[in-house]
């Protein structure tokens, strides 16, 4: 079946610096994306959406951008604090509403 | 405003037991979700309801029931753990109609299984 994966499994960020985590999905009929954060020992928790009728959206540091060209999404976290240390997974949807996870992209923050 | 809860946290079973992992939501939402996490991987769906009295199979439904006890309340059966189940299991909810929009995870229950 097709799957959303993401580039690298580990980052590591200087604080301070922006971080960006790259996510490749395979099913060009999904239209909703969105991303999580998932610290030790708790849920996932929600960072930010983007539909498919859109290319970029921000949030409160966060900018996701969407290239439905080649399949890509992307992460970006502006002035990378030690508090966005956590595994990053991106998630898709298609018509059926259930969303399909990558595997996750484990951000190391050193201070 | 809770969110979603689980019970419990916590879980050791021996092979062949049963339980059932309870999952509440305060969101009013329609839709409710059991994924499980493996080490190393991203979340897996189990079991889903679109709505109040509706269920339906995830990727990887074999070895698990659901009930949709009520529009709150979605729970897991185990019926005769293996130690295959060993995982970490999170409910999740969402509004459905008009969606997909994003879902909101419980703290998780770690399940082991020996």
């Known amino acids: 079946g097709e799957s959303v994966g993401l580039h690298l499994p580990t980052l590591s960020v200087q604080e301070g610096d922006n971080s960006i985590i790259n996510c490749a999905y395979s099913?060009?009929?999904?239209?909703?994306f969105i991303w999580y954060k998932q610290e030790s020992g708790k849920g996932p928790q929600f960072i930010i959406d983007?539909?498919?009728?859109?290319d970029k959206r921000q949030g409160q540091r966060v900018t996701v951008l969407l290239n439905k060209t080649v399949k890509h999404l992307s992460l970006q976290i502006a002035a990378t604090q030690p508090g966005d240390s956590a595994v990053y997974f991106c998630?898709?949807?298609?018509?059926?509403?259930?969303?399909?996870f990558g595997a996750g992209t484990t951000v190391t923050v050193r201070a | 405003n809770a969110g979603v809860t689980q019970t419990p946290k916590f879980q050791v079973l021996k092979t062949g037991q049963s339980m059932t992992l309870q999952c509440a939501q305060d969101?009013?939402?329609?839709?409710m979700y059991w994924y499980r996490q493996d080490p190393g991987m991203g979340l897996r769906l189990i079991y889903y309801?679109?709505?109040?009295?509706?269920?339906d199979k995830g990727e990887v439904p074999n070895g698990y029931n659901v009930s949709r006890l009520n529009k709150r309340e979605f729970s897991l059966r185990l019926e005769s753990a293996a130690p295959s189940q060993t995982s970490v299991y999170f409910c999740?909810?969402?509004?459905?109609?008009?969606?997909?929009?994003?879902?909101?995870f419980g703290p998780g229950t770690r399940l082991t299984v020996t």
């Open positions: 999740a909810s969402s509004e459905l109609i008009g969606g997909p929009y994003e879902q909101y």
């Open positions: 099913n060009s009929a999904s239209d909703y």
């Open positions: 983007i539909r498919s009728n859109m």
């Open positions: 998630a898709e949807s298609g018509s059926d509403y259930k969303l399909s």
């Open positions: 969101m009013n939402h329609n839709s």
């Open positions: 309801s679109a709505s109040e009295g509706t269920t």
